[in-house]
Antibody
Framework: QVQLVESGGGVVQPERSLRLSCAASGFTFRNYAMHWVRQAPGKGLEWVAA????????YYADSVKGRFTFSRDNSKNTLYLQMDSLRPEDTAVYYCVRAKLGARSFDSWGQGTLVTVSS | DIQMTQSPSTLSASVGDRVTITCRASQRISSLLAWYQQKPGKAPKLLIYDASSLQSGVPSRFSGSGSGTDFTLTISSLQPDDFATYYC??????????FGQGTKVEI
């Protein structure tokens, strides 16, 4: 079955960096576009970033553009989200998400990893 | 960016009720809309995609309709497992996916 397992979350001070990883299994990873979606404590869902199946195309929410970098390694079935210049408002659970083939909705989600930005 | 507005924000209902949640887009998005269910402490789950297509494994009491700017999610007979928060999401604009603010369905 499809599994998406995030790691790398934790507590970090403002303006520092953190890298999240997402290990994918149970499907042909290289065929799928992937996303990160976050959810601040007690708040709604916010799309963060997307990457095409090959990794050649990347998209970012305005709130993270220039600070976050999304990449993938199809040989390792792994995604990476490099988060630089972190702000308190980046505090959230970060979900690794698979895009549904033939549609652009999100059909599989990881369990999430919590990032807390605080001094 | 396209803004998505859900109503109501909170909905009180009983088991067996027919429940309808509305999502309005700030501009036309064709039928490029999905609905998700989220329970506390869990990841969201895809229910409906392309406005009216039922995701595999989702009970048939869930249905979606609408196109353009106005969309609805209907639960035909609310079950105990359905008490959760529901989100709509547009994907008309590639590179700028947006969610509604959520609708909490409570007892």
């Amino acid at each position: 079955q499809v599994q998406l397992v995030e790691s790398g979350g934790g507590v970090v001070q403002p303006e520092r960096s953190l890298r999240l990883s997402c290990a994918a299994s149970g499907f042909t990873f290289r065929n799928y576009a992937m996303h990160w979606v976050r959810q601040a404590p007690g708040k709604g869902l916010e799309w963060v970033a997307a990457i095409s199946y090959s990794g050649s195309d990347k998209y970012y929410a305005d709130s993270v553009k220039g600070r976050f970098t999304f990449s993938r390694d199809n040989s390792k079935n792994t995604l990476y989200l490099q988060m630089d210049s972190l702000r308190p408002e980046d505090t959230a659970v970060y979900y690794c998400v698979r895009a549904k083939l033939g549609a652009r909705s999100f059909d599989s989600w990881g369990q999430g990893t919590l990032v807390t930005v605080s001094s | 960016d396209i803004q998505m507005t859900q109503s109501p924000s909170t909905l009180s209902a009983s088991v067996g009720d027919r429940v309808t949640i509305t999502c309005r887009a700030s501009q036309r998005i064709s039928s490029l809309l999905a609905w998700y269910q989220q329970k506390p402490g869990k990841a969201p789950k895809l229910l409906i995609y392309d406005a009216s297509s039922l995701q595999s494994g989702v009970p048939s009491r869930f249905s979606g309709s609408g196109s353009g700017t106005d969309f609805t999610l209907t639960i035909s007979s609310l079950q105990p497992d359905d008490f959760a928060t529901y989100y709509c999401q547009q994907y008309d604009t590639y590179g700028a996916w947006t969610f509604g603010q959520g609708t909490k369905v409570e007892i």
